[in-house]
């Protein structure tokens, strides 16, 4: 069946907008946030009109309507990802707060004595230095309170992961590996059941940093070979305020609490108090319940859409962004330049053009992309840069809009010729 993007652009309300005095908006920033189809927006609306009340604590009727479509968005993402049951899904904000519930639960088990998540001097975290800020600043801070080492997988110029040192870098030191499963600036999607077979053959938990992977393609967390996957509902057409993350059940329960406070308990007393069991222990206070019913619509949506659909329709708009993108002298896309093993973000620099003023003329032009270091500094120091432009693509984009990034890029080249 061929994939209808002009079906799917309809279901965008936002596509339909102009901007700068006019112009039709081309919106190539998904890595950043994806836009909402109508069935998500009508999905939110509707629960905050019909059936909005807290869960959990109510015994009215909305109180169990609003439990039921919060537990069924849980439900929904659990067989979204492939994992055994729903008590294996934990909702948080975003990403950013998926993978800090892992390094503070292990620094609390560092402070509760030995076990599977301690850590102290000797101990090793392994990274990659393709990861973005959300999977590198928490590990840093996690080894500075134990006292463990930070180790990391460099970057090859063509933009892949340097697995060639593995053996010196996952070792019996390593207790955990924490990497991206595609680059949110290179696009480049890693080879990661590879690096979590090596990992678990010395007794060392495999996180995934899955959010740029999961709106794009089909995800599975045991094919991975994950202990822990995160990632984050804004990005794959869901709300803001809404994340998740996996883990193994045996893991939840062994795991300490991150965040004290109500609906996270079993019992209380002022001296002590029990937890509840996963995966409410690590879902304190009032959670983001809409937004959870908003992740449940986007996940039916682009399940209805289907997943492998939308990769292929990635695949051949990649393929012609990267060639379109290659014929503009001075243009150096960083990352793979072929669409094998590749995602749908390209960034790329421009010579004698600042990253900056290219997104700005390209926003005159009604284009949006990103500037700047995309939240991976060291990953663009590493490629001797200090920023880049980075257009994302995704289901609802075309090769028509990648012409049109081209032309822009040209645009701006010749206006700062001038200059």
Not at 61 to 83: N, P, S
Not at 150 to 167: A, E, H, K, M, Y
Request: charged share 20%.
């Amino acid at each position: 069946m061929t994939f209808d993007v002009a079906r799917i652009r309809k279901d965008f309300p936002i596509l339909d907008r102009q901007i700068r005095g006019g112009q039709p908006l081309i919106y190539l920033d998904s890595a950043n946030t994806s836009q909402k189809p109508r069935q998500v927006l009508d999905a939110m609306t509707e629960f905050y009109e019909r059936h909005n009340a807290n869960i959990h604590r109510a015994s009215h009727q909305l109180g169990e309507e609003a439990t039921e479509a919060y537990e069924g968005a849980r439900i929904k993402v659990g067989e979204f990802i492939g994992a055994r049951d729903e008590t294996e899904v934990v909702f948080t904000k975003n990403i950013s707060e998926a993978i800090n519930l892992v390094a503070y639960s292990m620094s609390n088990a560092t402070a509760a004595g030995p076990g599977r998540f301690a850590l102290g001097p000797g101990d090793e975290i392994v990274i990659t230095e393709m990861e973005h800020h959300s999977n590198i600043v928490p590990w840093q801070l996690l080894c500075q309170r134990t006292g463990a080492t930070l180790r990391w997988f460099g970057v090859t110029p063509d933009g892949t992961l340097d697995t060639s040192n593995i053996g010196d870098l996952i070792t019996e030191r390593t207790k955990l590996v924490a990497l991206v499963h595609q680059s949110n600036v290179l696009g480049t999607i890693n080879p990661v059941r590879m690096i979590a077979d090596a990992a678990h053959a010395v007794g060392a938990l495999v996180l995934v940093d899955a959010a740029q992977s999961v709106p794009h393609m089909a995800v599975d967390v045991a094919s991975l070979g994950a202990d822990f996957l995160g990632f984050t509902g804004h990005k794959l057409c869901g709300p803001t305020g809404i994340g998740v993350l996996w883990a193994r059940r045996e893991l939840l329960d062994e795991m300490p609490p991150f965040l004290g406070g109500g609906e996270m308990i079993e019992s209380v007393w002022m001296d002590r108090s029990t937890f509840a069991p996963p995966p409410h222990k690590f879902e304190a206070g009032t959670m983001p319940i809409a937004q959870a019913v908003g992740l449940g619509a986007a996940i039916d949506y682009l399940t209805e859409v289907g997943l492998d659909a939308i990769r292929a329709h990635e695949l051949q708009l990649i393929e012609h962004a990267l060639g379109a993108l290659a014929a503009v002298d001075g243009l150096r896309i960083m990352g793979p330049g072929s669409p094998v093993d590749r995602g749908s973000a390209i960034s790329f620099t421009v010579e004698g053009v600042h990253p900056h003023d290219i997104s700005q003329v390209l926003d005159d032009l009604g284009i949006a992309v990103r500037a700047g270091h995309h939240c991976a500094w060291p990953l663009h120091r590493a490629f001797g840069v200090q920023a880049s432009t980075r257009a994302s693509f995704y289901l609802y984009n075309t090769h028509e809009e990648a012409d049109a990034l081209t032309e822009g890029i040209r645009q701006a080249q010749r206006f700062f010729a001038l200059a």
